[in-house]
């Protein structure tokens, strides 16, 4: 639907910019699991869009963490 939500979100920020404004969930794969479980259960939403490789996260982090949801994280949320 245009125009149905505020576009300037969609902007892409710096690592630190997202920790601050509290889009980031980070911790273990227990505790990610967990946040976004909360926040799916709350918003009633079944679809989220991940950004892992964010500015100022090197490569290889990124691709750690994005091996971690997938095998850690998605497969155990409902």
Same mark, same amino acid.
């Not at 090197?58 to 850690?72: G, H, I, K, T």
């Given at each position: 639907?245009?125009?149905? %939500? =505020?576009?300037?979100?969609? @902007?892409?920020?710096? %690592?630190?910019?997202?920790? #601050?404004?509290?889009? #980031?969930?980070?911790?273990?794969? #227990?505790? *990610? @699991? =967990?946040?976004? !479980? !909360?926040?799916? =259960?709350?918003?009633?939403? !079944? @679809? *989220?869009?991940? /950004?892992? #490789?964010?500015?100022?996260?090197?490569?290889? /982090?990124?691709? @750690?963490?994005?091996?971690? %949801?997938?095998?850690? *994280?998605?497969?155990?949320?409902?």
């Amino acid at each position: 639907m245009p125009n149905s %939500f =505020d576009r300037s979100l969609l @902007r892409l920020r710096t %690592f630190h910019e997202y920790l #601050a404004d509290g889009w #980031a969930l980070i911790g273990t794969p #227990a505790e *990610v @699991r =967990d946040g976004l !479980q !909360q926040y799916l =259960d709350a918003t009633g939403y !079944q @679809r *989220v869009l991940l /950004l892992m #490789a964010l500015p100022g996260i090197e490569a290889p /982090l990124a691709l @750690r963490s994005m091996r971690l %949801f997938a095998e850690e *994280v998605a497969p155990k949320l409902t």
